[in-house]
C-alpha cells in the first residue's frame, strides 16, 4: 500500500469509529439518552449489551423515543441496575407483545416490564408498561412512579420499597397486587380496577385514590369522640353539644370505627389506658329527621315512646365481640354522653 493511502486509512479509521459509537449512543435531548426498539439491537450505550433487556448501568436521564417491545420472548424489558436513574417512557410503550392483541399473546417466563429493584431512587413517569409475565414495574426505596399506565401484567403491576412516592397512575387487570407499596410510601390520585389485590402496604394518602370505583386511602381519617358532659336525650338532639367541626353521630357514621380516629384531644379517653374510646355508651342518631328537618328523640328508633338510641362499646370477650358497638334504647329523659364525628 502506498504511503498516501496508508495516510488515509489511518485518518478515516477513527472517524468510522467516533460515527459508530455516536450511533450507538443517541441522545433525546441534551444529557438525556435515547431508548428504542432500534438501538436495543446494537445496544443503546455504554453497559448495555445488544438485545433485551435495555440494561442502565449508571446514574441519568433516560427517556424512550419509540416502542420498546419484548415481541414475545421471556427477556423483559428495561433493567435498571443504578441508583439516581430518571426513566421518562415519552407516552410510549414498554410491552410483550409487539402488533398482537395481549389476548393471543401468553407471557413466558417470569421477567419485569421495567425492574429496578435492587437500585434506589429511581424514576419512572409518563407511559404504558403492560402484558409482561412479572411486575410491570419493580422499584427499590426512595422509588417514584408517576403517570404510568401498568396494564394486564402476570405477577402484580407496581412494586416499590419503603419511602417511594407513587402517583397519578393507572393500575388495571393484572394478576396479583396491583400496587404493592412499602412502608412509609406516599400514594394519591391512582386509579385501580379489576386486579386481583388493589393494594398492599399501608400507603400514606396524598390524595384520593380509586380502588374498583372506591376511594381508597383516605388523605386523613375522620375523627369521632364521646363527649365528657352529660345531656338527655332532648339536649343532646336540640343543642350543639359538638366541638366546631363536629356534629351529633349517626349510626352509620360510626358504625365501622375502623375507618375512622379517635379524637383524645376532644374525647373521653379509655378509663384504663387513657387513650382511645371508653367503654362507656352514649347518645347517637338512629332516624330519619322530620320533615322540618330537626329530629325528634321520640323518632331516633321510628318513633313512639320517649326513647331513643345509645351506642354501648362491648368490653373485650364480650359475647358480642363480633362488632365493637351494641345499640339499645333508653327513656329520653335520661343523661349520656352524646358521639360526635367529624364533618
Known sequence: MSKPLLHL???????????????ATSHA????LEINQSCALVGCFDGDLPGLPVEITEAGSYRLTGNLNANGSASGGIRVLADGVTLDLGGFTVGFCQGLNPVFCAPGGLADGIDGGTSTEVTVRNGVVRDFAGRGIDLGQRARVEGVSVV???????????????ERNRIAFNDGIGAALGFGTAWGANVLAGNDTDVAGTPIAIAHNLCSGRRCGRVQARKYYLTEARYDGSEANGRNVCANGFHFASYPEIADPSALEYDT??????LDTGSGPPAIQGWVRSASTTSSGTVNCNLWNGGGGGTAAFLQILLPGAAEASSPWRIETEACADDFRVWCVED
Not at 435531548?29 to 438525556?32: D, I, N, P, S, Y
Open 9 to 23: 486509512c489511518r485518518v478515516l479509521l477513527p472517524v468510522v469509529a467516533l460515527a459508530l459509537t455516536a450511533a
Open 29 to 32: 435531548g441534551e444529557g438525556v
Open 152 to 166: 394486564g401484567n402476570g405477577s402484580g403491576g407496581i412494586r416499590v420499597l419503603d419511602n417511594s412516592l407513587v
Open 265 to 270: 384531644t376532644r374525647g373521653l379517653t379509655g
